[in-house]
Every structure is written in C-alpha cells, then in structure tokens.
C-alpha cells in the first residue's frame, strides 16, 4: 500500500510543480478577466468608466472639434469611387471571415484605403516603459500608425525618457511614436477584449505624444486635448475612440489615461453607414499624423544647435502642418499572409492570462499594412502643394484644428530630458 501511495505521489508532484511555475510566470492580458481593473489602478481608464459626478476631465477638451473633423468628406468614398457593388462585395468578404487574420487581411484594408503612412500589425512593443507595471503583456497591436525612425533628430533618439516612451522596438524600420490603433477580432472573438486591448494601446500611444509635446519644458503640462485615436472592429462593428494625458491626481501620482469612444458604426448595414464610418476613420489617421508629425518638429527644433535655431520657430512648428511631407510606405506582396499566424497568437494570450504560458518577450514576425483600392484619390502626393490631403477635403486643413484653450495646472517634471534654453511654451493643440 505504502508503495502505491508513493508512485501516486511522484505522478503527482511534476504536475503541481508546474502549476507553481505556471502560477509565478503569470501575465495579466486583455483576455484576463480582472485586466480593466489593473488598468483603472493604475489610472488608465476604460470608456465604460464612470466617473465621480464632479470630475470634469474625463472627455478631452477638443472632443467638438474631433467630432466636426471626422465628418469631412473622403474622395475616394464617394459615390463614383465606392459604388453599391463595391459595399457589396464589402459585405460578401466581412460574411466570409471565420478568423482574425480574415479580418484584417480582407475586411481591414477596405475599410483602411490607401494612404501612405507608416504603419505595421502584430508589433511586440518590447521597447517601452510598462505604462502599468511588469505583471502585465507588453503590448501587440493588430495594427497602428507612426513615424519613420529618421524623423526623429539622433539627439532625440539617444534621450532615455523618449527612447522608452516613443521608440517601440530595437528594429529602424518599425514605426515609432504610434498614435493610431486598432484592434479586430472574428465574429466568435471577444469584442470585450478587444475594447480592453485597445484601451491599452491608446494610453501608450496618448503617453508618446505627450512626451514629445512637453520635451525640453521645465514643467510638465496638460492641455486635456486629445491625440491619440484607436478603433476596434467587431462583426460588422467599428468603434472609434480617443485617449487624452490627465495630470497626476496626488502629489506622487502618475498621469492618467482616459478612453472616449467618438462614434460606432454598423459597417454591414448599408453603403451610406459603411461611407461614414470608413470616412470617420480615415480622417481620424489623418489627425493623427498631424498631431504627430507637428510634436516630433517641434522636438526637433529644441535640439537643434542654439547658433541655427530660432526660439521663434519653436511655436510656429506647432502652428504649421507637417502632414504634406512624404512618409516611407509599408507594402505586404502577399496580403493572404496578413497576420496568419494570428489566431494561434490569440490562443497563447489566452493561455498566458491563465497562466499556462509565459509570453516570449521579443518582437513577433510582423507585417505591413497591404495597400489596396489603389485607384484610391486620397492617396495623392502629400507634398504637393495644389491642396489639402483630400482634394474635396478643406475642412481637415491643419490650421482649423487649433483652438485657444487653456491648460491645465502645469505639475513638476519627474523625468530627466535634456533642458531648452528658451522657456516659451507651446500652444495647446487641438
């Protein structure tokens, strides 16, 4: 009998020791049912989050003016060159899609177009400062949008702060200071997990841009504004969202992330919802790259030599468009192989929230968003100086996006970054 007992107890014993290991190599993840609650500890908060009655900053300050600005019309949606038979041969391919990888492969790039902006899917961001703490996946979105390396001055790129805040990997031809996210789930996916993986996207890339809005100040400062955008893409559904920086609400405090959703379309039901939710978001990527190519110029010029630059020009890089300026486009020669080992990914995250895996902490394969509907008018050159991004598109001019609010209460700067030597402030950003 002893013996009996104690076989049962060596068969035993490896399996138990394995949950033990299981256990300390735990990852909290966006499939982990208490992962919105470790965001709201520590202050990124969700656009279900709800707020004591007299807190007033939970929409960013510019949320009229985002709305107004997504509203503004697409060439390349119109009727002409996005007919009835085209939406439904939208709907045939979103009917057919059984993955993830489905979705982004086929759905996605009609929905996306065809602009040249730099972008990838299915990044590891192993490079940045965990924006909660370690017990928590570093984050892998499906797609986003940033700069090119090379638009960052070097002197920038050998800053600590910045490099941990805006350079997402160790690879030049990844985008960096990325600003524009989605996440896409199939039909028999998750919409919840998506919501909670693009919260968490957003209150990174909402950090990139407030770190390089305030490089070089002595004091830290909080407009409210927002611009930083994500999406999710669900069944037939879309949502857009913003995430704007908050001040520290204690003294040893760190900044808080807020997540406002701006719209949601039922893409599926007919030509004119596909149109504006297409048209949303599109604009959207365009706001976005303004937003962020204006604060890399801006930090560009507080690094430049004293003897060649003009403190002056400083604020007016924040009062003049970048956007005309040609960006490196990402091509996929196989856009079948968008993401396909997407879904196995998904089972590992799942398998890591319950603590059955740990993650492989380096970048995964990645890959460039396709470029479809090439006859697409949006995708004129952008330096070219005959008009806005969107010949019929006057009301995304850049100047229309600045306001004169004010900021909020400025707080000490913690982190170290190389010191201006004018102490002129940029204006708020709309």
């Known amino acids: 009998m002893a013996s009996t007992q104690s076989s049962k107890t060596s068969r035993r014993t490896p399996s138990t020791n394995a949950t033990s290991v299981g256990n300390r190599s735990r990852k909290s993840s966006a499939y982990s049912k208490n992962f919105e609650e470790h965001l709201i500890d520590h202050g990124v908060y969700p656009a279900s989050y709800e707020y004591d009655d007299d807190y007033t900053h939970a929409e960013p300050r510019n949320l009229d003016l985002l709305h107004d600005q997504l509203l503004a019309p697409r060439a390349s949606l119109s009727p002409s060159a996005f007919s009835q038979p085209h939406f439904r041969d939208f709907q045939r391919k979103n009917n057919q899609v059984t993955f993830e990888r489905d979705v982004m492969s086929t759905v996605f790039p009609i929905i996306c177009g065809d602009r040249d902006n730099s972008n990838r899917q299915n990044v590891l961001f192993t490079g940045l400062e965990p924006i909660t703490d370690n017990t928590a996946v570093k984050p892998k979105p499906d797609f986003f949008d940033g700069a090119r390396l090379q638009d960052l001055s070097q002197g920038l790129r050998k800053d600590q702060y910045l490099r941990s805040t805006v350079i997402p990997t160790k690879h030049s031809n990844i985008p960096i200071a990325p600003n524009v996210f989605t996440e ?247």
């Open 184 to 430: 896409a789930k199939a039909p028999s996916g998750g919409a919840d997990v998506a919501g909670r993986q693009a919260c968490y996207d957003g209150a990174y890339g909402a950090r990139a841009m407030h770190a390089l809005q305030n490089y070089g100040e002595a004091e830290l400062k909080y407009d409210g504004n927002a611009y930083t955008f994500s999406s999710t893409y669900h069944d037939g559904t879309l949502k857009l969202y913003t995430h704007h920086v908050t001040a520290p609400s204690t003294a040893e405090g760190q900044p808080e992330y807020h997540m406002t959703q701006l719209k949601a379309y039922a893409l599926t039901s007919d030509r004119e919802t596909f149109v504006s939710g297409a048209t949303a978001f599109r604009n959207t990527r365009e706001m976005a790259k303004r937003h962020r190519d204006t604060f890399i110029q801006a930090a560009n010029m507080r690094t430049a030599p004293a003897t060649t630059m003009d403190h002056a020009d400083v604020s007016v890089a924040c009062e003049e468009t970048s956007a005309f300026a040609q960006h490196e486009t990402f091509e996929s020669a196989d856009p079948s192989a968008c993401g396909a080992w997407q879904d196995a990914d998904n089972a590992l995250q799942e398998l890591i929230a319950n603590g059955e895996a740990e993650p492989l902490q380096d970048e995964a394969e990645t890959t460039a968003m396709p470029r479809y509907l090439r006859a697409e008018e949006d995708s004129q050159n952008l330096s070219q100086d005959s008009g806005p991004l969107d010949h019929d598109d006057p009301s995304l001019s850049f100047a229309s996006s600045f306001t004169s609010f004010d900021t909020e209460k400025k707080r000490p700067r913690h982190s170290v970054s190389p010191p201006t030597k004018s102490k002129r402030t940029l204006p708020a950003l709309q």
